[in-house]
T-cell receptor, first 114, second 118 residues
Framework: SQQGEEDPQALSIQEGENATMNCSYK?????LQWYRQNSGRGLVHLIL?????REKHSGRLRVTLDTSKKSSSLLITASRAADTASYFC??????????????FGRGTQLTVWP | DGGITQSPKYLFRKEGQNVTLSCEQN?????MYWYRQDPGQGLRLIYY???????QKGDIAEGYSVSREKKESFPLTVTSAQKNPTAFYLC?????????????????FGPGTRLTVT
């Protein structure tokens, strides 16, 4: 089934550094979303970018979308230890029959060291 | 205080027993979802429901069953037919939001239930 794939699987950085995670997907989409999951918890929505947008910002988060390459990136600037979590991209599909369904990747595990 | 709740947080069962996981939301969302998450894996969709009294199978529905008798509630039963039921189960809900003529569905997740079957 359609699924985003994040890269890298794991990322380890020092506080203050920037963290970049990438996501690739397979089919046409209406929008792409990024979620965060702290260990043992539910996912929390971070940001949504529509297929006609190329870049979006929210606080220290910057998301880009390249629909020609079917890829997206999530940049977290000036990382903090509290950013340690797994980050997932999720895509919908432009097929109406599965309206509302999201397809999640396997996630990137980010560790930020103090 | 609006949100989505799952209970219990931890659940232990013997092999061969059916077990039902609870999911309740007071966000007035039409759509609800059940996912399974295994270590190092992403989320795999078990079942989803876009409206009361209707639901669809996801990618891994075998060995699971659901009901959607009320908008607020979407319980998941893990049956004895599920060969490897030990996992972290996440429930989510969403409501379509129109943006420039296209609906987007941001999902709100519960805290999860960790099921261990021995």
């Amino acid at each position: 089934s359609q699924q985003g794939e994040e890269d890298p699987q794991a990322l380890s950085i020092q506080e203050g550094e920037n963290a970049t995670m990438n996501c690739s997907y397979k089919t046409s989409i209406n929008n792409l979303q990024w979620y965060r999951q702290n260990s043992g918890r539910g996912l929390v929505h971070l940001i949504l970018i529509r297929s006609n947008e190329r870049e979006k910002h929210s606080g220290r988060l910057r998301v880009t979308l390249d629909t020609s390459k079917k890829s997206s990136s999530l940049l977290i600037t000036a990382s903090r230890a509290a950013d340690t979590a797994s980050y997932f991209c999720a895509t919908d599909t432009d097929r109406g029959s599965t309206l509302g369904r999201l397809y999640f990747g396997r996630g990137t595990q980010l560790t930020v060291w103090p | 205080d609006g949100g989505i709740t799952q209970s219990p947080k931890y659940l232990f069962r013997k092999e061969g027993q059916n077990v039902t996981l609870s999911c309740e939301q007071n966000l007035n969302h039409d759509a609800m979802y059940w996912y399974r998450q295994d270590p190092g894996q992403g989320l795999r969709l078990i079942y989803y429901s876009q409206i009361v009294n209707d639901f669809q199978k996801g990618d891994i529905a075998e060995g699971y069953s659901v009901s959607r008798e009320k908008k607020e509630s979407f319980p998941l039963t893990v049956t004895s037919a599920q060969k490897n039921p030990t996992a972290f189960y996440l429930c989510a809900s969403s409501r379509g939001k129109a943006l420039a003529g296209v609906y987007t569905y941001e999902q709100y997740f519960g805290p999860g239930t960790r099921l261990t079957v021995t």
